[in-house]
């Protein structure tokens, strides 16, 4: 089995950062995307941000674009997620995934992740 744990949350003042991690481990896979997906209290999942391992792009939320920047180790199987001017409406559970490579091409944004990390709070007081 293959495990994502996230690491970073916490609580932060309005304009304030964080830096989210997420590592995987247990049975070795090959990973063609990796990605951040938050849920707030009464809401649904969504999509935050993600990467494609093949030439690195990266995918955003608009609510997050130009706040939060994805990163991470293609090799470790590692994502990282840099949070800045965070705002109240920013408060959520995030939770980390992982696609398999596919030949077909991975699509981060709105492709099916096939591991899922148990997630982190992430609490934004205004």
């Known amino acids: 089995q293959v495990q994502l744990v996230e690491s970073g949350g916490g609580l932060v003042q309005a304009g304030g950062s964080l830096r989210l991690s997420c590592a995987a481990s247990?049975?070795?896979?090959?990973?063609?995307?990796m990605g951040w997906f938050r849920q707030a209290p009464g809401k649904e999942r969504d999509f935050v941000a993600g990467?494609?391992?093949?030439?690195?792009?990266?995918y955003y939320a608009d609510s997050v674009k130009g706040r939060f920047t994805i990163s991470g180790d293609n090799d470790k199987n590692t994502v990282y997620l840099q949070m800045n001017s965070l705002k109240a409406e920013d408060t959520a559970v995030y939770y980390c995934?992982?696609?398999?490579?596919?030949?077909?091409?991975?699509?981060?944004?709105?492709?099916?992740?096939?591991?899922w990390g148990p997630g982190t709070q992430v609490t934004v007081s205004s």
């Open positions: 990467i494609r391992w093949s030439g690195g792009s990266t």
């Open positions: 995934a992982a696609q398999y490579w596919r030949l077909s091409g991975n699509a981060p944004a709105g492709g099916q992740y096939d591991y």
């Open positions: 247990g049975r070795t896979f090959v990973s063609g995307a």
